[in-house]
Every structure is written in C-alpha cells, then in structure tokens.
C-alpha cells in the first residue's frame, strides 16, 4: 500500500522533484479533489522548500523535520501528515494536461 508520500518521494519530472502545479488528486473516475489538491500544493510550495523527500525515509520523519526546522504551526503540520499519509490507489498520467493525477478513493 502506497502512499502519497511514498509517491511524491519516487516520482520526478524531468529528474526533478514534482512541483506543485504538475499535480492533482483525484478519485478513480478522474474527478478532482479541490480541498485535498490545495493542501498537496499548500505542502509542495511551502513545506517542501526545506526538504528533500530522497532524504526523508517516512512521512512521520519529513513532518518532525519540519516541526524542528520551520516556523509552520502545529495544525499546518497536522494536515501535511494526514495528505501525506493519505492511501494512493494509483497514477494516471495526464501529458495533455501536463499532470500527475494521484488516484485516493475519497
């Protein structure tokens, strides 16, 4: 069982990380996640400019990296945990698009 975290961490652009605006959450019909997309995005452009996920080995560790090395209020981390460790059923390439679909079953 994959989870968002595991495929931020393994994924990569370009032999990049993924940045904010080349993802989406979305359900197994394809229909996005606005609330969970904005948070993935919130996470990717703010928390994300500290760390890098190869050097992470869970997502527990990339969020007391944060709590340690940010100023971000303990509610932020808590919501960063929850996306991070949210099931990601699969991923739907999107190259019309220019996305990455992560695939939850919300």
Do not use: W
């Not at 990296?65 to 099931?87: F, M």
Request: proline share 4%.
């Amino acid at each position: 069982m994959q989870t968002i975290f595991d495929v931020l961490k393994h994924i990569s652009v370009n032999h990049q990380e993924v940045e904010s605006q080349q993802v989406v959450i979305t359900d197994a019909t394809g229909k996005p996640n606005g609330l969970l997309t904005d948070l993935l995005r919130d996470l990717i452009n703010n928390a994300l400019l500290f760390v890098t996920l190869a050097d992470m080995d869970s997502a527990q560790d990339l969020i007391e990296h944060l709590r340690t090395h940010t100023p971000l209020p303990a509610d932020v981390l808590s919501e960063y945990g929850k996306i991070l460790t949210e099931v990601c059923d699969g991923l739907n390439f999107a190259p019309r698009k220019g996305l990455i679909e992560l695939i939850v079953r919300r």
